[in-house]
């Protein structure tokens, strides 16, 4: 019987917060950390930012992951605190919502709906080349694209058997992740040390060869090191599917980001000191360090079994994260304030969200013919990024907003009290600057000769998704009908929505 309570008990606050239970509530706090554990993925990290990092700051680029961990953690206090009170799938839609004007909100959510589908895009197209490299094969553009979409589709028909099957293939994943990346960095560090410790802090005149400053190639780190910590909104995707969720959500995001960045230090500076000549790495001789460094110290015969246990640990993040977008679109979907919501708030006889997952493949997958013409790593990583960036931006602003205004004061589970207040705005001073920094046109993180909307894709990038949600906005109105049903159901707080 006390089985029963903790669900009975989230089903009636899911009731009072104006929704009835609709997905299947079975996570346990571990299973809402293997969610934001494998989003946020360690080996996707470090994969898709040493490289980049060391072509624009050499081995000193590894102190750009502590200061994007800790300005992150700043971001997950606003969200412990948001998220404590208000656990709701599609967490920056719900909770502007309750803070914001709906129209304010209604972008914030759709913001944060693309971002992560484009962050899955990101994700596929990183993925597709292990799969090749598995074969010992170097995949042309279209091969890699074609890849991509049938990443997508495996993942999508994973996730529409339901969350418990999806937690049983994410949980694979994990176990990825423990083998390649605790067991080899400690490795890694302890055995096949190869160089001092004061190479962590060498340029190897990186910078210099792009033609610009250590600053600037440092501020070019921190811009790609971002990607390695975003993610573990994940856990407030799932968070109508965790027991006790106003407790354990919370509980989640702070374990999957604490224990990813600290994985993520670990390897990357185990990775640099094991590495046989990190500077062919900044010369662009060597496109790929880390498996340089494994293969080094282990022998040619950890390639094959190290890119097999890198290509699980892609699939789970992009199942995980494909999960978090579906869930995101559903939550829009149901309040009917996103395009074709009929179709797209439907939940399959497996009660997972099949009208989401349909819609975020599809848009994920529209996006991947961008790299038929060359291979932008960079260039994908750092929109990725800032269409992640600009949705914590807009919330932190929003909280802060609030609080000072005195529409808002923390009544979950989790408050910081009198400090809940400069952390947010030190939260929004970090993602401002790393909005600011991600969107900053760089030549140095696009290939060389790379077409003009490749340096400027992460603000064309956010300027379309932007555009175009102000121009649904405008035709619409779908802020309109948010209103009219917040007048019928309860938001789940006595404080009425604030307007910004």
């Not at 293997?34 to 590894?62: D, E, R």
């Not at 600011?436 to 490749?454: D, F, H, K, S, T």
Request: net charge neutral.
């Amino acid at each position: 019987m006390a089985t029963d309570e903790p669900d009975q008990h989230d089903s009636d606050r899911l009731e009072a917060l104006g929704y009835r239970q609709e997905l299947r509530r079975s996570l346990n706090v571990l299973g809402n950390i293997s969610m934001g554990f494998a989003v946020v993925s360690p080996v996707v990290g470090l994969y898709a930012a040493a490289q980049v990092g060391m072509s624009v700051a050499g081995t000193a680029w590894v102190w750009a992951l502590p200061l994007c961990l800790l300005g992150q953690c700043l971001v997950v206090c606003v969200y412990s605190e948001l998220a404590s009170q208000w656990p709701l799938a599609g967490g920056a839609y719900q909770w502007s919502r309750r803070l914001a004007s709906p129209a304010f909100a209604w972008l914030s959510g759709w913001m944060w709906q693309f971002a992560v589908m484009f962050g899955n895009t990101t994700v596929a197209y990183l993925a597709s080349p292990w799969l090749f490299a598995l074969f010992g094969t170097v995949p042309t553009p279209t091969e890699q694209v074609l890849a991509s979409v049938g990443f997508m589709l495996f993942c999508t028909l994973v996730n529409a058997y339901g969350i418990n099957f999806l937690r049983w293939f994410v949980s694979l994943g994990i176990a990825a992740e423990a083998v390649a990346s605790v067991l080899v960095g400690v490795t890694l560090l302890l055995v096949f040390r190869q160089h001092g410790f004061s190479l962590l802090t060498n340029f190897l005149g990186a910078p210099k060869g792009l033609g610009v400053s250590n600053l600037d190639g440092f501020l070019a780190a921190v811009a790609v090191a971002g990607w390695a910590f975003i993610g573990f909104d994940a856990c407030v995707s799932t968070a109508e599917e965790t027991k006790d969720a106003a407790r354990q959500v919370p509980k989640a995001m702070w374990w999957s980001l604490l224990s990813v960045g600290l994985v993520v230090i670990l390897n990357a500076i185990s990775v640099e000191l094991a590495h046989p000549d990190p500077a062919e790495v900044v010369a662009g001789k060597d496109l790929d360090p880390v498996t340089t460094a494994v293969t080094h110290a282990f022998g040619g015969w950890a390639d094959k079994p190290f890119v097999l246990v890198v290509l699980v640990s892609f699939t789970a993040c992009l199942m995980a994260s494909q999960g978090g977008a579906a869930r995101g679109l559903y939550s829009l979907a149901r309040d009917d304030v996103f395009p074709f919501a009929k179709h797209v708030r439907k939940v399959n006889r497996h009660k997972a969200p099949i009208g989401g997952l349909v819609a975020a493949t599809v848009i994920s997958c529209a996006a991947l013919p961008l790299g038929l013409n060359t291979s932008a790593m960079g260039s994908l990583i750092t929109f990725g990024s800032a269409a992640t960036f600009v949705p914590f931006f807009l919330l932190t602003v929003v909280a802060l907003v609030a609080r000072l205004r005195g529409s808002w004061a923390p009544s979950g589970a989790v408050r910081y009290g009198r400090l809940g207040t400069p952390l947010n705005a030190l939260a929004v001073l970090w993602t401002g600057f790393e909005v600011v920094n991600i969107c900053w046109p760089r030549a140095i993180l696009a290939p060389v000769g790379a077409p003009w909307y490749q340096v400027w894709a992460a603000l064309l990038g956010v300027g379309l998704v932007c555009v175009a949600g102000v121009a649904y906005l405008a035709v619409r109105k779908p802020h309109l009908r948010m209103r009219a049903a917040d007048e019928d159901r309860p938001l789940g707080d006595e404080l009425a929505p604030a307007v910004l």
